[in-house]
């Protein structure tokens, strides 16, 4: 239902991510979920085609890193690897579309927890921090609407939420989150 309702959007999208920069349309990402389940991840591309060669360089933008110690999660802001159709549709969460099709593999819920890139999966050896991939990997989580966009996160913060939700997660929390998300899609900072 939600690839047929939001399917007028998609291709002037596609359109506009191939004639600002060369590449693929859509990018694909190896992703870490429920029970470290490996799957191929799907947004549409809104960096540049090279983007992944440049996380050593950038470094010194990521938000989770500030504290001087090795981040676990990579956010940066005012990533310059973001087209400027990538930025509108990173605000608008419409990058996020195609997960429907993850959604719809089985890959992903609509609710659960962000799956990870496997770098960062692999940052999360501890056993405390391993029981948020006891719940699914999700389109939209407790951590999206509750912090999404906000520079001032820690990993810690993150992966608490991470934590929390899969230790409670049931359908009424996900039908509280879902509401939620509709407030938490424009994103308000450049993160």
Known sequence: LGIVLTSVIWLPVAIAIYLESRGPVIYRSKRVGAGYQIFD???FRSMCSDAEEHL???????????????A??????????ITRIGR????????????????????MSLVGNRPLPIYEAEMLPRDEWSARFLAPAGLTGLWQVTKRG??????????ALDIAYARNHNIWLDVKII????????QKEDV
């Open 72 to 81: 676990v999660f990579v956010k940066y802001v005012h990533d310059p690897r």
């Open 56 to 70: 050593l360089a950038l470094q010194h933008l990521n938000v989770y890193g500030r504290s001087g110690q090795d």
């Open 41 to 43: 991840f799907l947004k």
């Open 179 to 186: 509401m939620r998300t509709f407030r938490a899609i424009v």
């Open 88 to 107: 509108f549709i990173r605000k608008y969460s419409i990058d996020e579309l195609p997960q429907l099709i993850n959604v719809l593999r089985g890959e």
């Open 150 to 159: 906000h520079a001032d996160m820690s990993d810690e913060e993150r992966i």
